[in-house]
């Protein structure tokens, strides 16, 4: 099962940057908070030993 942090932290801002690109809509400055985001979430990520 897919835990909610996971598609907060990596599955939405993919989702939001490709609406972002494919529409132009937002600019720039929503481009970069949409990466700083999906870094910060694939920081948090837990890796297999901290879920144990």
Do not use: H, K, Q
Request: proline share 4%; aromatic share 6%; no cysteine.
């Amino acid at each position: 099962m897919v835990r909610l942090g996971f598609v907060i932290g990596t599955l939405l801002p993919v989702a939001l940057l490709a609406v972002n690109l494919i529409t132009t809509y937002g600019g720039i400055l929503v481009t970069i908070g949409l990466l700083v985001w999906l870094g910060t979430g694939i920081l948090l990520t837990p890796t297999s030993e901290d879920e144990s």
